[in-house]
């Protein structure tokens, strides 16, 4: 059954929809069997201009296009138009922009807004299911989202980055994450293919000049290529790079698991299981020891072992972020130094000579207070998205998902009233 609404309906459309001269509804149309309501729309104008330069231009025939709405008593609302095209001496012909959509898009701006508030929350494919849309209008509407973000973006001062990596998958497929963690929350403000010097060659290039002299700390890993790219742009970087606490416990963290199977291994061989089933109790700090472990990682430290050696170095280097000033921890750190490079263990010499090559940065953490703590966090974040999307096959999709979510973009369709 097919029935036309009364033309106190039409008025309430044009009221819902916010339409102004020269547009106007023309007719309501509920179509019960396909569960739909049809609201056409007409133009009245008689005076066209070109959309793109505003020049006066000549009605050269209508394209009759359709948008999805929010929705009306839960029926899918459908507007429909015959949207004018008129021919430019300059652009030649082009389509005249409607006040309710954005350019080439199938849906209404209120629809895309309600769209991109769903999609914050949940899945694409959830959010598909619940907006009776398909997967790939879903992506469109976020694909359109972060493009349009990303346009409006205005370059400003970034006193303070992090840089990190991410990885995309098996295989050491790896990305380069810039973060901003400045403000009331920490955004993405450039990803780039691979861990290359060029990945983030790319990032400084695309600043200003003002922008890189704005610059007053980057935090990273000790990672050669992101040193000789910040290097080759920041103004006096080696007073500004800050070398991330976090990696620098990994470092040794590492360390300490390499010492434990190279010792597992050796007593094994004589039989002695002592070690089996410890791996993860080394990795913690003290204070995070859960419970059940306490004892019998008490038991395991007070024997002579190669392994507790290695962990009560690592855990004193911890002691390093408790001094109160660069010369009190540059005085600590040469205590630790003679500890460690004299304990003839060999990932432990290695991670501790590596450390002193790159000192000077690891001692301005006391100057600019900066860790990648706004980094992991990001990463925490992209892990649930990973986990919610069961993964991701396309690197392009998992970057505007990132950008989506944690981009501290303006995504929204601007409404013409």
């Not at 629809?111 to 469109?140: K, Q, T």
């Not at 963690?181 to 780039?192: A, C, L």
């Not at 690891?362 to 100057?367: K, N, R, S």
């Amino acid at each position: 059954m097919i029935y036309n609404w009364r033309m106190k309906d039409t008025q309430l459309y044009q009221q819902i929809l916010g339409l102004a001269k020269p547009w106007r509804v023309d007719s309501v149309t509920l179509k019960s069997a396909e569960r739909t309501i049809e609201v056409e729309a007409q133009c009245d104008e008689q005076v066209w201009v070109c959309p793109e330069c505003g020049q006066r231009a000549h009605l050269h025939g209508r394209e009759r296009r359709r948008w999805r709405h929010l929705d009306s008593c839960q029926f899918k609302t459908i507007l429909v138009a015959d949207v004018p095209r008129v021919k430019c001496p300059e652009h030649g012909t082009v389509t005249v922009r409607v006040p309710w959509a954005e350019k080439h898009s199938r849906f209404t701006s209120l629809f895309e807004r309600l769209a991109i508030d769903v999609m914050l929350e949940c899945s694409i494919s959830a959010a598909a299911d619940l907006l009776r849309i398909s997967w790939d209008e879903a992506y469109g509407i976020k694909q359109r989202a972060v493009q349009r973000g990303l346009s409006r973006k205005e370059p400003r001062i970034m006193k303070r980055l992090c840089i990190d990596e991410k990885s995309f998958g098996r295989r050491h497929d790896y990305a380069t994450l810039v973060v901003n963690p400045e403000g009331e929350q920490s955004t993405v403000e450039f990803i780039g293919d691979g861990r290359q010097t060029a990945t983030l060659d790319a990032f400084w290039q695309s600043l200003s000049e003002e922008q890189l002299k704005g610059i007053e700390a980057v935090s990273m890993d000790m990672w050669e290529p992101y040193l000789i790219s910040t290097r080759k742009y920041v103004p006096d970087p080696d007073a500004k790079i800050v070398h991330d606490t976090f990696h620098l416990i990994r470092h040794l963290n590492e360390a300490v698991d390499q010492v434990r199977r190279l010792e597992h291994k050796a007593l094994r061989a004589k039989g002695d299981e002592r070690l089996v089933g410890s791996r993860q109790l080394w990795l913690y700090a003290m204070e995070n020891m859960p419970d059940r472990w306490q004892d019998r990682f008490d038991d395991l430290r007070e024997q002579k072992l190669k392994t507790s050696k290695a962990w009560a170095i690592k855990e004193f280097f911890r002691d390093l972020y408790g001094c109160r000033s660069i010369d009190e921890a540059r005085q600590f750190f040469r205590g630790w130094y003679d500890w460690a490079i004299r304990c003839a263990l060999a990932p432990i010499v290695r991670v501790a000579k590596m450390f002193k090559r790159h000192l000077e940065r690891i001692l301005t953490v006391f100057v600019h207070r900066l860790t990648n703590a706004a980094s992991e966090g990001i990463n925490n974040k992209l892990q649930s998205l990973i986990q919610k999307a069961y993964g991701y096959r396309n690197r392009e999709r998992f970057k505007t998902d990132i950008f989506f979510h944690c981009g501290g973009l303006n995504l929204y369709p601007n409404l013409s009233q």
